[in-house]
């Protein structure tokens, strides 16, 4: 089993998305925080999705066009998330480790 650890820099980026989907729905807002919790949950257990770039590993939201993007160190057991972004975001906004 794997710890996650959300990034200040990531926490941020979710504050964002939260309050878009609560911004056209408190119930969709609510959905997505529900699936995201789930998303994490999820990780713990299975964190060995492919490498996209760089070193960074990317996990979709399910149900949402929202990416996580995470470095899974296997020594130390983490799995370390260090953007939230939508899916269609430009990749040069993607973070940079």
Known sequence: MFE????DESLQDLDDVVDFYSNISLE???????????????LEN???FQIRYDEIR??????FPILL???LSE???T????GIRFAKS???NYPKI
Not at 58 to 63: C, S
């Open 28 to 42: 969709l807002g609510t959905r997505f925080i529900t699936n995201f919790d789930e998303c994490l949950l999820e």
């Open 46 to 48: 299975i964190p060995f």
């Open 4 to 7: 996650i650890i959300v990034s």
């Open 69 to 71: 993007h995470y470095i």
């Open 90 to 92: 430009n990749p040069d």
């Open 75 to 77: 020594k130390d057991k």
């Open 79 to 82: 799995a370390t998330v260090y």
């Open 58 to 63: 990317i996990r979709q939201v399910r149900k």
